[in-house]
């Protein structure tokens, strides 16, 4: 069995005096996520193919993960302010999940008790957002499951099945959804074929390939997200990948708003942007990935689903 890969995520530097402390002397935190990118080195494409005929794509370090999970690390307060659970589709090998759950799970310890207050009142922060990772592929999904433990966040994360090519709500859901209450909108189906709360957050990393899956996610979006909920979408700039084009009026067409933002970097000065392409190489390097001889910019949608009253007054 082979050692799991460590990958090491530098955290924002904390506030400092100027003053009286050179910052540039203070170290940087750390955050370390380990992980196994298969469940076993003796883990061949033979098994792959005979996991649903599946591909190997959740066991390859996309360059979008890593800069999702950094844009995290600097954008904590996504995940921190989040009032429900936090759905990541085509999680594969959990990089992207895995750090979400470790912000959780710091941001839970770094209070006393389990609780903090605010306005004098005592919250508890226990029963705070959990990480529901999906991925299509059953054998991803087991080593998620394991990656979660090795984590040690296990009681932050779930795992479950989900493909958004059938998430296409049926009649009965459509019928629901017409003049009803909030709580009886279309939501998402599992692999089980069991129906989903909807969550507050989605996050996704390069989960748009092919002609047709931006219409696909949209859909997914639109069924999963509860209203005022948020979707943060990374991947890589239109030319890179088939679908991209389509995917923000797909989702306006669904009645959800769409910020597209393309950046270099996702985080950081933008004189600092060789320098980010130069650690992206490393990093997916380090996580046995493809050399990255010309990194490319990414683009991130910011999806959010309206409240219903805000559809209601337009």
Same mark, same amino acid.
């Given at each position: 069995?082979?050692?799991?890969?460590?990958?090491?995520?530098?955290?924002?530097?904390?506030e400092?005096?100027?003053?009286?402390?050179?910052?540039?002397?203070v170290?940087?935190?750390?955050?370390?996520?380990?992980?196994?990118?298969?469940?076993?080195?003796?883990?061949?494409?033979?098994?792959?193919?005979?996991?649903e005929n599946?591909?190997?794509?959740?066991?390859?370090p996309w360059?979008? +993960?890593?800069?999702?999970?950094?844009?995290?690390?600097?954008?904590?307060?996504?995940?921190?302010?989040?009032?429900?659970?936090i759905?990541?589709?085509g999680?594969? &090998?959990?990089?992207?999940?895995?750090?979400?759950?470790?912000?959780?799970?710091?941001?839970q310890?770094?209070?006393n008790?389990?609780?903090k207050?605010?306005?004098?009142?005592?919250?508890?922060?226990? +029963?705070?957002?959990?990480v529901?990772?999906?991925?299509?592929?059953?054998?991803?999904?087991?080593?998620?499951?394991?990656?979660?433990?090795?984590?040690?966040?296990?009681?932050f994360?779930?795992?479950?099945?989900?493909?958004?090519? &059938?998430?296409?709500?049926?009649?009965?859901?459509?019928?629901?959804?017409?003049? +009803?209450?909030?709580?009886?909108?279309?939501?998402?189906?599992?692999?089980?074929g069991?129906r989903?709360?909807?969550?507050?957050?989605i996050?996704?990393?390069?989960?748009?390939a092919?002609?047709?899956?931006?219409?696909?996610?949209?859909?997914?979006?639109?069924?999963?997200?509860?209203?005022?909920?948020?979707?943060?979408?990374l991947?890589?700039?239109?030319?890179?990948?088939?679908?991209?084009?389509?995917?923000?009026?797909?989702?306006?067409?669904?009645?959800?708003?769409?910020?597209?933002?393309?950046?270099?970097?996702?985080?950081?000065?933008?004189?600092?942007?060789?320098?980010?392409?130069?650690?992206?190489?490393?990093?997916?390097?380090?996580?046995?990935g493809?050399?990255?001889?010309?990194?490319?910019?990414?683009?991130?949608f910011?999806?959010?689903?309206?409240?219903?009253?805000?559809?209601?007054?337009?």
């Amino acid at each position: 069995m082979s050692q799991p890969l460590v990958f090491s995520i530098p955290l924002p530097r904390d506030e400092v005096d100027h003053f009286s402390i050179d910052a540039s002397k203070v170290p940087p935190k750390v955050l370390q996520i380990k992980m196994h990118q298969a469940l076993d080195d003796s883990i061949n494409d033979a098994a792959y193919e005979e996991s649903e005929n599946t591909h190997d794509t959740g066991f390859v370090p996309w360059p979008s +993960s890593v800069m999702l999970a950094k844009y995290l690390t600097h954008h904590a307060s996504v995940l921190h302010d989040c009032p429900g659970n936090i759905l990541e589709l085509g999680a594969g &090998y959990g990089l992207v999940g895995l750090t979400a759950a470790r912000l959780l799970q710091q941001r839970q310890n770094e209070v006393n008790g389990g609780t903090k207050k605010v306005d004098d009142v005592a919250i508890d922060i226990n +029963s705070q957002s959990k990480v529901i990772m999906t991925d299509y592929n059953p054998l991803a999904r087991d080593n998620l499951e394991r990656n979660a433990r090795l984590n040690d966040v296990d009681q932050f994360t779930s795992v479950t099945g989900l493909d958004f090519f &059938y998430q296409v709500p049926t009649e009965d859901d459509m019928k629901l959804d017409e003049g +009803s209450d909030l709580d009886s909108s279309p939501t998402w189906m599992d692999m089980e074929g069991h129906r989903q709360p909807q969550v507050s957050l989605i996050l996704a990393a390069d989960i748009i390939a092919y002609s047709n899956d931006g219409e696909m996610v949209a859909n997914t979006l639109d069924v999963a997200l509860a209203q005022g909920g948020q979707a943060l979408i990374l991947g890589p700039e239109e030319g890179h990948r088939f679908g991209l084009e389509g995917f923000a009026d797909s989702c306006r067409r669904f009645g959800l708003e769409v910020v597209e933002e393309t950046t270099i970097s996702a985080f950081g000065n933008r004189n600092e942007q060789q320098g980010q392409c130069d650690q992206l190489a490393r990093d997916i390097q380090q996580m046995g990935g493809y050399k990255v001889e010309n990194p490319y910019n990414f683009t991130m949608f910011i999806v959010t689903k309206p409240c219903k009253t805000q559809w209601e007054d337009t």
